[in-house]
C-alpha cells in the first residue's frame, strides 16, 4: 500500500484523556494525507501496576490484588469518561469493565494456585494495551474519524518465549496484511495494541518490557510501510539520557546501526530489537515528541553524514559481571571460554559485553540481573566437573556495577579517543572494571562500580562535547554505511 505511515505511541502519550486527543488528532492529521496504522502502548504505568498486581495474586495478597484492580478500573474509567461524550461512554465502558474482568479471571486462577505460569502473565497484561487501543479507536470515532482497536494476537505471530517472544516474520506478514489492509482500504484508522502476539496456534505472547516500539517495526516491515514514526516523551534520541545529563542534546539523524546500539546499551527511549525488522526494507524511523510535535525529532536512517567522534552515552543499572578463572594450568583457558560460551548460549541469558585478559585467561561477561540466575545455572551445569575438581575457581559474581557505553559511527579509526573516555572517567575517580570495544569500533563498553555511573557518565559526555555537535551538517568524514 502506497506511502503506509506507522506511527506508535508510548506510555505518556497515551497517558491521559488529554494525551489521548493529542495522539488521536495527530493519527488523524496523518491519516488525512495516507493510509494510517496506529500502534498504542498501554496507559503510562499501567503494565506495572498489572505485573504487580499478579504478582499479589501469585503471593495469595487478596487485598493488594484488590487494590490494585480498583486503581486499574478507576484509571481508565475516569480517561474514558473524561474523553468520550455520555452517550458514547455509556456504551463503551461496559467493554473497559469486562476487559478489565478478563485480567481479574485471570489474576483470580493465579491467587487459586498460588503460580504466575508466564503464558498466563502475557495473556493478562496485554489488557492493557487493549484497554488504552479501545480507548482510542472509540476517541477517533467519536470525532467522525472511522476507526477500529484491533488486538495484536490477530496479527504478529510469535515463539512460545512467553515474556520475551519473537516474531516469526513470514507468518506475521500473512496474518497482518489480512487483518488491517482491509480496514485500510475501507478508510479505517486501525489502532493495534502493542507489546502483544501469539504463536500460531493462538497462545497469547509479548515481546518484553517496552516491545510496543517492537509491535510497530515489526507491523511497518510487514506492511511495507514508508516511514515508521515513533511518538514519545522526549525530542528524539538524544546524545545521553535527558534524566541523567540535563545538557543532553537532540540528535538530528543517526544510523540503525547506532540506534540499535544505544537502544541495546541502555537507552531506553528504542526497545533494543526496534531497528532489526527494518534494516532489510530500509523504512526510516523518527522519533518524536507527542508533547511537542512541530519539533523535527530524529530520523534514524541506514546512513548519514558522520560529524565523526562519538555521538551519545549511554548507560545501564541492573546488571551482573560474571568472572571465571582457570586455578591451575590443568585447563586450557580458551577452552573454559567456550565451554562458558556453549553454556550460556542455552541459557536465557544474553551476554552484554565480554572480555578477557590474556596471561591468567581469565574473563568475565556482564548480563542482565533479570537474566543471571539462568545465566548461573546453565554455568553451573556446563562447568560441573571442573568446577567439582577445582580446575575452575569458583564463579564470582558482582551485581554493584553499571554499564556505560559510548556509541559513534564516526569513532571508527579515530585515534586518541578511547584514552580521552577513559582519561574522563578515571578524574572522577571511578573506577573502571572491565572494557569492551568490538572490532566494528561503534561502541565502546565499560563496567564501572555502579555507584560511579551517572558521574562517569556525565563525565564522558562533557569530554566528548556531544551536547554541541549533534547536527550532521558540520560533517567532515563523509558519509557512513550504517544498514
Ligand atoms: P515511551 O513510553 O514513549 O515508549 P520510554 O519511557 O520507553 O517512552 O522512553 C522514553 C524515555 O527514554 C525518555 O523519557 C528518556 O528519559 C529515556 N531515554 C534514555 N536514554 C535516552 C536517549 N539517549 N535519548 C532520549 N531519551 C532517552
Ligand atoms: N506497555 C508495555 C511496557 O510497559 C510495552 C510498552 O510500553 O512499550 O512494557
Ligand atoms: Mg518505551
Same mark, same amino acid.
Given at each position: 500500500?502506497?506511502?503506509?505511515?506507522?506511527?506508535?505511541?508510548?506510555?505518556?502519550?497515551?497517558?491521559?484523556? +488529554? %494525551?489521548?486527543?493529542? =495522539? #488521536?488528532? @495527530?493519527? *488523524?492529521? /496523518?491519516? &488525512?494525507?495516507?493510509?494510517?496504522?496506529?500502534?498504542?502502548?498501554?496507559?503510562?504505568?499501567?503494565?506495572?501496576?498489572?505485573?504487580?498486581?499478579?504478582?499479589?495474586?501469585?503471593?495469595? +495478597? %487478596?487485598?493488594?490484588? =484488590? #487494590?490494585? @484492580?480498583? *486503581?486499574? /478500573?478507576? &484509571?481508565?474509567?475516569?480517561?474514558?469518561?473524561?474523553?468520550?461524550?455520555?452517550?458514547?461512554?455509556?456504551?463503551?465502558?461496559?467493554?473497559?469493565?469486562?476487559?478489565?474482568?478478563?485480567?481479574? %479471571?485471570?489474576?483470580?486462577?493465579?491467587?487459586?494456585?498460588?503460580?504466575?505460569?508466564?503464558?498466563?502473565?502475557?495473556?493478562?497484561?496485554?489488557?492493557?494495551?487493549?484497554?488504552?487501543?479501545?480507548?482510542?479507536?472509540?476517541?477517533?470515532?467519536?470525532?467522525?474519524?472511522?476507526?477500529?482497536?484491533?488486538?495484536?494476537?490477530?496479527?504478529?505471530?510469535?515463539?512460545?518465549?512467553?515474556?520475551?517472544?519473537?516474531?516469526?516474520?513470514?507468518?506475521?506478514?500473512?496474518?497482518?496484511?489480512?487483518?488491517?489492509?482491509?480496514?485500510?482500504?475501507?478508510?479505517?484508522?486501525?489502532?493495534?495494541?502493542?507489546?502483544?502476539?501469539?504463536?500460531?496456534?493462538?497462545?497469547?505472547?509479548?515481546?518484553?518490557?517496552?516491545?510496543?516500539?517492537?509491535?510497530?517495526?515489526?507491523?511497518?516491515?510487514?506492511?511495507?510501510?514508508?516511514?515508521?514514526?515513533?511518538?514519545?516523551?522526549?525530542?528524539?534520541?538524544?546524545?545521553?539520557?535527558?534524566?541523567?545529563?540535563?545538557?543532553?542534546?537532540?540528535?538530528?539523524?543517526?544510523?540503525?546501526?547506532?540506534?540499535?546500539?544505544?537502544?541495546?546499551?541502555?537507552?531506553?527511549?528504542?526497545?533494543?530489537?526496534?531497528?532489526?525488522?527494518?534494516?532489510?526494507?530500509?523504512?526510516?524511523?523518527?522519533?518524536?515528541?507527542?508533547?511537542?510535535?512541530?519539533?523535527?525529532?530524529?530520523?534514524?536512517?541506514?546512513?548519514?553524514?558522520?560529524?565523526?567522534?562519538?555521538?551519545?552515552?549511554?548507560?545501564?543499572?541492573?546488571?551482573?559481571?560474571?568472572?571465571?578463572?582457570?586455578?591451575?594450568?590443568?585447563?586450557?583457558?580458551?577452552?573454559?571460554?567456550?565451554?562458558?560460551?556453549?553454556?550460556?548460549?542455552?541459557?536465557?541469558?544474553?551476554?552484554?559485553?565480554?572480555?578477557?585478559?590474556?596471561?591468567?585467561?581469565?574473563?568475565?561477561?556482564?548480563?542482565?540481573?533479570?537474566?543471571?540466575?539462568?545465566?548461573?545455572?546453565?554455568?553451573?551445569?556446563?562447568?560441573?566437573?571442573?568446577?567439582?575438581?577445582?580446575?575452575?575457581?569458583?564463579?564470582?559474581?558482582?551485581?554493584?556495577?553499571?554499564?556505560?557505553?559510548?556509541?559513534?559511527?564516526?569513532?571508527?579509526?579515530?585515534?586518541?579517543?578511547?584514552?580521552?573516555?577513559?582519561?574522563?572517567?578515571?578524574?572522577?575517580?571511578?573506577?573502571?572494571?572491565?572494557?569492551?570495544?568490538?572490532?566494528?569500533?561503534?561502541?565502546?563498553?565499560?563496567?564501572?562500580?555502579?555507584?560511579?555511573?551517572?558521574?562517569?557518565?556525565?563525565?564522558?559526555?562533557?569530554?566528548?562535547?556531544?551536547?554541541?555537535?549533534?547536527?550532521?551538517?558540520?560533517?567532515?568524514?563523509?558519509?557512513?554505511?550504517?544498514?
Amino acid at each position: 500500500m502506497n506511502q503506509l505511515l506507522v506511527m506508535k505511541f508510548g506510555g505518556t502519550s497515551m497517558g491521559s484523556a +488529554d %494525551r489521548i486527543r493529542i =495522539a #488521536a488528532a @495527530l493519527s *488523524a492529521e /496523518e491519516g &488525512r494525507k495516507r493510509p494510517v496504522v496506529v500502534v498504542v502502548s498501554a496507559m503510562s504505568k499501567i503494565t506495572d501496576l498489572l505485573l504487580d498486581s499478579l504478582r499479589h495474586a501469585e503471593a495469595g +495478597d %487478596r487485598e493488594g490484588l =484488590a #487494590a490494585n @484492580l480498583r *486503581a486499574l /478500573e478507576e &484509571r481508565h474509567t475516569e480517561t474514558c469518561k473524561a474523553l468520550l461524550p455520555s452517550d458514547r461512554s455509556a456504551h463503551v465502558l461496559p467493554r473497559v469493565q469486562s476487559l478489565i474482568a478478563e485480567f481479574e %479471571r485471570i489474576a483470580n486462577g493465579m491467587l487459586m494456585l498460588g503460580e504466575r505460569p508466564p503464558r498466563s502473565v502475557d495473556e493478562a497484561v496485554s489488557v492493557g494495551e487493549r484497554l488504552s487501543a479501545l480507548l482510542m479507536a472509540e476517541y477517533l470515532e467519536s470525532q467522525g474519524i472511522p476507526s477500529v482497536a484491533v488486538n495484536a494476537r490477530d496479527v504478529i505471530v510469535t515463539d512460545a518465549v512467553f515474556g520475551n517472544a519473537t516474531p516469526l516474520m513470514e507468518p506475521t506478514r500473512e496474518k497482518a496484511r489480512g487483518a488491517l489492509l482491509g480496514h485500510l482500504e475501507a478508510g479505517r484508522i486501525p489502532i493495534v495494541t502493542g507489546f502483544n502476539g501469539a504463536t500460531a496456534d493462538g497462545r497469547p505472547t509479548t515481546l518484553g518490557r517496552g516491545g510496543s516500539d517492537f509491535s510497530a517495526s515489526i507491523l511497518a516491515a510487514s506492511l511495507d510501510a514508508s516511514e515508521l514514526w515513533i511518538w514519545t516523551d522526549v525530542d528524539g534520541i538524544m546524545t545521553a539520557d535527558p534524566r541523567l545529563v540535563p545538557d543532553a542534546a537532540v540528535l538530528d539523524e543517526v544510523t540503525y546501526r547506532e540506534a540499535a546500539e544505544l537502544a541495546y546499551n541502555g537507552a531506553k527511549v528504542l526497545h533494543p530489537r526496534t531497528l532489526a525488522p527494518l534494516v532489510d526494507k530500509q523504512i526510516p524511523v523518527i522519533s518524536k515528541n507527542s508533547f511537542a510535535p512541530e519539533k523535527p525529532g530524529t530520523r534514524i536512517v541506514p546512513s548519514v553524514s558522520v560529524p565523526g567522534g562519538p555521538r551519545a552515552v549511554t548507560s545501564m543499572t541492573n546488571v551482573a559481571l560474571v568472572s571465571l578463572e582457570p586455578a591451575n594450568a590443568s585447563i586450557n583457558g580458551t577452552r573454559l571460554m567456550a565451554r562458558a560460551l556453549e553454556a550460556l548460549a542455552t541459557s536465557n541469558a544474553e551476554v552484554l559485553a565480554f572480555s578477557s585478559s590474556s596471561y591468567r585467561q581469565s574473563f568475565c561477561f556482564l548480563v542482565r540481573q533479570a537474566e543471571l540466575p539462568s545465566a548461573l545455572e546453565s554455568l553451573e551445569a556446563g562447568l560441573a566437573l571442573e568446577l567439582a575438581h577445582g580446575y575452575v575457581r569458583p564463579i564470582e559474581v558482582d551485581t554493584e556495577v553499571g554499564l556505560l557505553a559510548v556509541v559513534g559511527e564516526g569513532m571508527r579509526g579515530t585515534p586518541g579517543l578511547a584514552g580521552r573516555i577513559f582519561t574522563a572517567v578515571s578524574r572522577e575517580k571511578v573506577n573502571i572494571i572491565a572494557i569492551a570495544q568490538g572490532s566494528s569500533e561503534l561502541t565502546i563498553a565499560i563496567v564501572v562500580r555502579r555507584d560511579g555511573l551517572e558521574k562517569a557518565v556525565k563525565a564522558v559526555h562533557a569530554e566528548c562535547r556531544m551536547g554541541e555537535r549533534t547536527s550532521a551538517a558540520g560533517a567532515l568524514l563523509g558519509t557512513v554505511d550504517g544498514a
